[in-house]
């Protein structure tokens, strides 16, 4: 017992001898004039001088990659149930869904190449990942991996950079339910032109087993003899993307892409995408009200399949608004359509024939790493009676995410 | 399927993307092409280069450099760059990483000649151990607006004009007469403006964001509260509410802020509290007639200390 009391004497005489941890600063506490800081202000001013100082980054080197976790969940509500599919991510019924759960790394690996991974881990799959070249000369860069192909504006779009819950109409018919994607390789060139214009080539593996995923184009296991045979087999796509700045405040985007590919109805018979996309934005910096903008972004896609005995031809177009009301709120607005143009269809589940619907979004970023929007959609289509949703959704950043194209 | 239509659109869509590129005149060679982010280093690089360098600031001092667009524009300016200088701890995090992969230049990435982190030459204040969301969007490694302090652009010039010997030794007599004026007119400049400051030493200030803590610093005057409770986390009219109180005693005279900030809350703030608002020029070209760093100090020491 003696011993106890002696230990007890110990620690409590020790806990009086060290000085208390520095408690966390509570608001209040911003109210005191800080003596450290007055002592560094009056030891700067004349020391303002020493321009010998150099002190390094406070941050210990770090060599991890960048890493985030993105989450985003919705509830939706729908007037019918044999409304307008939404689309890969999109809440399909009235209830609840994790729409999405991405794992972001991305780091440089050496002088020479970039290393960026998009992991999805609601309904576990690979979005992306990509070496990307840092060093080839002439304005060249190539990219291997798991692809994103970029055709047109919306295929390389993150859920989570998104304006509204689901993807467009014609995303989702052309390109995939998820993203146009696959194992492939690409290179690019900024051409030496006083703008900006870059010429994107890429061709991914054909196989299903490798991740193939188009809403278009057909896996070579589907094909006569179920294996690449030649150059005809892989997907092909192209793009040609401009951007002119019409001023500090007003931004001009232009693209073209193309794709090629098999056909999924006919082996060894061709399809192909042709697709334009538009992006002007408008966001007046100079005059320090960059808080606001409005953006008006639209594609067009056009699709050529060939089914047994005839082909079949079908486009899409889709605009949408959005507009940045200061630094926490949006309100975007979109109208789409589907529609065949020729052919005769063999397939609805494919083609599906003609879809509209309409969309209005009110968005809140609280902070930089967090929003929550509630979304309304009409929409109708042959076979889909006219329907309302009503969607909430809700998305939260964590870590070190990296930076979006434009 | 029709392929010869096709190709003609193609080829229709093609000089419609490349047509423009008549209209905009190509740019005159120069010895040394320097980008920057924010234009103060932009500035300071004019000044130490003269005609040997371009320099082109990829923001503009109106805009939050946290929240800028990745713009492809900034892309093909920094593929024809030899310098990238950033501020570096995490102020341009949201775009710049975009701009430099896609600008396939080797020469301006992380760990070449051709990138300087103007932050590794500052004296850092706000740094903490450990970064939590929680705390608002902190930046772990230090504040990075440093670019208010005329003591830290001085270091940071001095880093500019070692790097443009560096990489442009046959300018070196240039750059060094530049580097010789510039520090004799910071000298001039500081000595002035800290007389003019210098009554106002242990006078009460709030900012709308923590932009100025290293001016406070250069300055003596003490900053004694931020309308955002914490960094990047909007003011509340409860918080704003809290904090007029919590200042009452302390007789703030004066309000701060960077051009792009909303200023409702700061309006009512500086009305209840007796203090004056002042929209002050962080960054060179936020204001007109701020486009050299020695008139964005002028400006800010004419708004604090009016003669």
Known sequence: ?406 | MSPRPRVSLLVRVTAALLGPSLLVAVPATAQLRVVTTIPDFAAITRELGGSRVTAEALVKGSQDPHFADARPSMILAANRAQLLVVAGLGLESGWLPVVMTQARNPSIQLGARGYLDASQVVQLRDVVARADRAMGDVHGGGNPHFYTSPAELHRVAKAIHARLVELDPEGRATYDAGWTQFDARYRTKTAGWLQRLAPLKGTAIVEYHKSWVYFLAWSGIRGVGALEPKPGIPPSPAHVAKLLAQVAPLGVKQVWQEVYQPQSLSKLFAQRSGATLLILPSMVGALPGTDTIWAKFDRMVDAIAPR
């Open chain 1, 1 to 406: 017992m003696n011993r106890l009391v002696w230990l007890a004497s110990i620690v409590v005489g020790v806990s009086f001898a060290v000085p208390a941890p520095a408690q966390p600063v509570a608001e209040t506490q911003e109210l005191q004039v800080d003596p450290a800081l007055e002592a560094a202000a009056a030891a700067d001013a004349p020391a303002a001088d020493d321009a010998d100082a150099a002190t390094p980054s406070g941050r210990p080197p770090q060599m991890n990659p960048d890493i985030s976790l993105i989450l985003d969940t919705a509830a939706a509500a729908f007037s019918r149930g044999d409304h307008l599919h939404q689309g890969g991510h999109a809440v399909d019924e009235s209830g609840m869904v994790l729409q999405g759960l991405e794992f972001v790394a991305s780091a440089n690996v050496d002088p020479y190449f970039r290393f960026d991974l998009n992991f999805q881990l609601a309904g576990v799959h690979l979005e992306e990942a990509a070496l990307t070249t840092l060093a080839l000369p002439g304005g060249l860069q190539a990219r291997a991996g798991y692809l994103m192909v970029p055709f047109g504006r919306g295929n390389t779009q993150h859920l989570h950079t998104w304006s509204f819950v689901s993807p467009s109409l014609l995303h989702t018919r052309f390109l995939s339910a998820e993203h146009f994607s696959g194992v492939g390789a690409e290179l690019s060139a900024l051409l030496p032109l006083p703008f900006y214009l870059t010429l994107t080539a890429n061709v991914l593996d054909p196989h299903r087993s490798t991740g193939l995923r188009s809403a278009s184009f057909g896996a070579i296991e589907s094909s006569a003899s179920g294996r690449v045979d030649g150059l005809e087999d892989p997907v092909y796509s192209t793009r040609i993307h401009g951007f002119y700045p019409l001023s500090d405040d007003w931004s001009l985007s232009l693209g073209a892409s193309g794709a090629f590919g098999q056909s999924p109805f006919v082996p060894d018979n061709r399809a192909a995408l042709w697709g334009g996309d538009l992006y002007l934005k408008w966001r007046p910096v100079s005059s320090g009200d960059d808080a606001w903008g409005v953006a008006l972004s639209s594609e067009y896609v056009l699709r050529d399949v060939q089914v047994p005995g005839d082909s079949v031809r079908e486009h899409g177009l889709t605009a949408q608004v959005d507009a940045w009301l200061g630094r926490f709120w949006m309100v975007s607005v979109r109208g789409e359509g589907l529609d065949h143009v020729s052919g005769t269809v063999h397939d609805q589940a494919m083609f599906g024939t003609w879809q509209r619907r309409s969309s209005i979004a009110l968005t809140w970023l609280p902070t930089h790493f967090s929003k929550l929007r509630l979304q309304g959609d009409w929409g109708q289509g042959e076979g889909n009676r006219p329907a309302f949703g009503v969607f909430v959704q809700a998305e939260v950043s964590a870590g070190e995410h990296g930076a979006h194209a434009f």
